[in-house]
């Protein structure tokens, strides 16, 4: 599946020969640099987010709904052939869009940090939209460019780093940010406010723009997809006209209708208002997921989205394809339970402060997950694709398990410690501050799990696509490994209000069973993938 390259244009910096450890060691550190890049914006529209509207005083089950700001994570395989098929002047097809995007998120960014979510809701909302919108078209570039790059021995350790890059820039935007923020311990020199981080933000994503520019090394000139521009633009306003119908359909027919068939059911039992509302709302929007596909699909049909349905068709063509889409779903979606309202969680539930949560979970706890990528990486080495996705497999769904246990053992279960204050210059804590036994246990546990298993899952998607659609397969695959950790968000918070958050653990724990079924039944077809004949770097 993989087309003949053609001979390389000059790297950008010539000292490094197009072969040999110097050329690799560029290769590697520009996937590091992007999978950084790619982190940064993900936390700003969900755990630091979360952070910010808890400290607003925004109730739980909003919060839940408000993570469908990340849709476009689950539908940018719908523009990512845009990306295959046209080339931005200068810089080249991945290249040019990526400094494209970086510099749109920047400027989203800023926006957010000068709109209040508690007196423009909607206008925060809109604008956490936009940046998930520009994030997920920024990861379908980084996507493509890192598996057009990497040669197949490589994709393990390139997954290692990819992670490492997204978990250094989470620990940056979703941790360190928690301390800068913290009442209490002032964590900036004089105290950050939630607008200072995000403005921080979008300068570090100029940067990245700059970095993207000057230092990434070329690609070869890819393969185009065979599609006429025309239709695959036409293709593609067509596409959007149908998701427009399907939001309508679902807002005005299918929302009300909702309510009317569950109200008489749901006024039976003991439930809040607002939380029957919110099943409610919640059967109107899978109702509308089913309606609103099927109708993307005819459309893109019948207006020839052809670099779509290329890419598609060319997937589809691989043995066992249906089955990789149903286990790609299926393999995150406990990690995505447990952790899809995490900072409510300890932040409400738990009664945790929120230096304490920085602390443990986004920058000890990220920085497990960092090891646990490239120890993951390590084994992948030893033990291939299959066995490292089974074992990371189990580990993942045991650590949802200690989740349960902190729920109900609660705080001082286990001896902890105090973290000193210090002071960094750009990172500060006030005072010293104590950290739960309990909680820094199942932290640890569940980051090194979650670590080994997104770095065996990053390189089982890079081995499905094919290069002449890479931006439109990586993007497709990705969508759908992004259903479990967008569309769970809005059943936890219900679910986790209705039978509580032990059982609610008990629930994501369960939720991994199907994946591993699944994972033993492709074993044969998934061992056929960890060996690629004829791969090879793309400027090698």
Known sequence: MTASAPTPNPPLLPVLAPA????????????LMLGFASGLPLALTGQAMQAWLSLEGIDVATIGFLSLVGLPYTFKFLW???????????????????????????????????????????????????????????????????????????RGLGASLSVLGYRLAMILSGGIALIWTDPVNAGGPAGWTWPEVY????????????????????????????????NDLIGFAAVLAAAAVGYLLTDRVLG??????????????????????????????LAGIAITLPLGAWAARVARFETLLGGMASYFAQPGAWAFLGFIV?????????????????????????AEVGVVNKV??????????????????????????????????????????LAVHGQGALPGLTVPAFDWGFLKLAQATPVDGGLLMVIAFENISGGMGTAAFVAFLMSLTSQRFTATQYAMLSAFASIGRVWVGPLAGVLAESIGWPSFFLVSTLAALPALWMLMRLRPTVQALEIAPGAAAADD
């Open 199 to 230: 403005r921080l933000m979008a300068l570090l994503m100029v940067a990245a723009a700059g970095v993207s520019a000057l230092l990434l090394p070329r690609l070869p000139r890819l393969e185009r997809p065979e599609s006429v521009a025309r």
């Open 80 to 154: 990512a052939p845009l990306m295959d098929r046209f080339d931005p002047p200068w810089l080249g097809r991945r290249r040019g869009w990526l400094v494209l995007t970086q510099l749109l998120l920047a400027g989203a960014l800023l926006l957010m940090a000068g709109t209040s979510p508690k007196e423009s809701m909607r206008l925060y909302a809109l604008l956490a939209v936009a940046i998930a919108f520009l994030s997920a078209s920024q990861d379908v570039v980084i996507d493509a460019y890192r598996t057009d790059l990497l040669p197949a021995p490589e």
């Open 256 to 285: 009300p209708l909702s309510s009317t068939l569950l109200g008489p059911l749901l006024e039976q039992t003991t439930l809040a208002p607002t939380l029957r509302q919110r099943w409610a709302d919640l059967l109107a929007l």
């Open 20 to 31: 040999g450890p110097g050329w690799r060691l560029w290769r590697l550190a520009a996937v």
């Open 330 to 354: 299926l393999y995150k979606l406990g990690d995505a339970f447990a952790g899809s309202l995490m900072t409510p969680f300890l932040l409400k539930a738990m009664a945790f402060g929120s």
């Open 364 to 405: 000890i706890g990220l920085w497990l997950t960092i090891g646990g990528a490239l120890l993951g990486g390590a084994l992948m080495l030893r033990l291939g694709l299959w066995r490292s996705l089974m074992l990371f497999g189990v580990l993942q769904m045991a650590s949802n398990l200690g989740f349960w246990w």
